[in-house]
């Protein structure tokens, strides 16, 4: 295998008669036929080849081709968004009456489809605390079929050790799914540790400019084919233009998730320097207390620094208001510095008890570091803190 980056860059579909260098946009719904046996056969999959653009398209192809190769997956599939993912890859493989174990701290649209969705078709799932791992066994039924995280957390940068998750996994036979989305699969590769799939939401940082959606399931080959089958028939597909810009994306994904990580260090350690700062949470930084573990699975920390300002709710909404740099989105992983503040907007519907059991106080702070000079990011950082 070469190395990481070379393979971003020099996975490529086929030239066409055309030799060009760079892969062009297939921007076609359908494929054609030789001749009704070439049709026949193809329909029958004796052949590997594009059928309809919601089955594969080349473009869609080469991005699964080249993430499968950074995650050392066997297999995978594209999706429209992270969340088409997500759902996709849960209704793919449960039935009625079957249970997940997830680790609470997950995206709030992934608590929405656990709490409100899934139980429609009588699938149920039991939290654990991230902190609390050795809780996760007694959770487990006889009717659980999967085991899912996230690993760092959103929005709290927790980590979860994915080398004990995959033994609990192998443990009790079930399937290890994680969110690989905040790590991206530059600095850390879940199926090394046991993961049987990981997801990705390829709206944030492997997009890396806040441009297009996306999403992409990969792993064992006989799991993504029920993954197939089913998004073959419900039609939650990547589109070919989204999949070749996430696909160009790629070839820079190591350069800048490089720069976001030395820039999110760099301003995790001027906050917990800050006195009106009341914790700080970032995967590389001493601090943090699973230190180790980040530095065990993660090449970096990733671009993501969660803190705490003294001072509760409405003192986390006013730091916002006097940002005049950075902006206020709820997306992450663009070259733009992003700032949100969970309790307010993105978790605003838990309890105050429930925020808690995510790691969430009134007063923390989401940032998403981006790749201007970090010292910008810092004195606007300094200026809003001040004020």
């Known amino acids: 295998m070469k190395h990481f980056e070379t393979e971003a860059i ?58 499968c190769k950074m995650e050392q997956a066997e297999a995978g599939y594209a999706f429209a968004t992270g969340m088409s993912a997500v759902f996709s890859t849960f209704a793919a493989l449960l039935n009625a009456g ?58 709290a940068v927790d980590i979860l050790d994915l080398e004990h998750l995959g033994a609990i996994a192998k443990k009790h036979k079930l399937l290890l799914v994680i969110d690989n989305c905040f790590a991206t699969p530059y600095l850390q590769q879940p199926i090394k540790f046991g993961a049987d799939l990981v997801i990705h939401s390829a709206t944030k940082l492997i997009d890396g400019q806040g441009r297009v959606l996306g999403g992409v399931t990969v792993g064992r080959a006989d799991l993504i084919r029920e993954i197939y089958l089913f998004s073959r028939n419900t039609g939650p597909a990547l589109s070919p233009f989204n999949a070749w810009v996430l696909s160009k994306s790629l070839e820079t994904l190591a350069v800048r998730v490089d720069k976001h990580c030395e820039n999110a260090l760099k301003v995790a350690e001027y906050l917990e320097t800050q006195d009106k700062v009341k914790l700080v949470k ?106």
């Open 10 to 67: 020099r996975t490529q579909t086929e030239r066409s008669q055309f030799q060009e260098h760079s892969t062009p946009l297939y921007l076609t719904s359908s494929f054609v036929f030789e001749d009704a046996e070439d049709m026949r056969a193809s329909f029958a999959e004796e052949k590997q080849r594009n059928i309809y653009s919601r089955f594969i398209n080349p473009n869609t192809s080469e991005f699964v081709e080249k993430i």
């Open 282 to 387: 970032y995967p590389f930084l001493k601090s943090h207390p699973k230190y180790e573990i980040a530095k065990k699975q993660m090449k970096l920390g990733g671009n993501v620094v969660a803190f705490e300002l003294k001072g509760g709710v409405e003192t986390g909404r006013n730091f916002l208001n006097k940002l005049e740099m950075c902006s206020l989105s709820a997306n992450l992983g663009d070259t733009r510095t992003i700032v949100t503040h969970p309790a307010s907007t993105t978790h605003s519907k838990l309890s105050e008890e429930e925020l808690l059991e995510v790691g969430i106080s009134g007063g923390m702070v989401r940032i998403s570091v981006g790749l201007e000079h970090v010292e910008d990011v810092i004195a606007d950082l300094k200026q809003a803190l001040e004020q």
């Open 98 to 155: 079957d249970h997940i174990v997830s680790a609470r701290s997950v995206f709030g649209s992934t608590h929405g489809l656990f709490t409100k969705f899934l139980p429609k078709w009588n699938i149920e799932t039991s939290y654990f605390n991230v902190n609390k791992i050795d809780t996760i066994e007694g959770l487990i039924q006889p009717n659980t079929k999967i085991l899912y995280a996230e690993s760092p957390t959103n929005p």
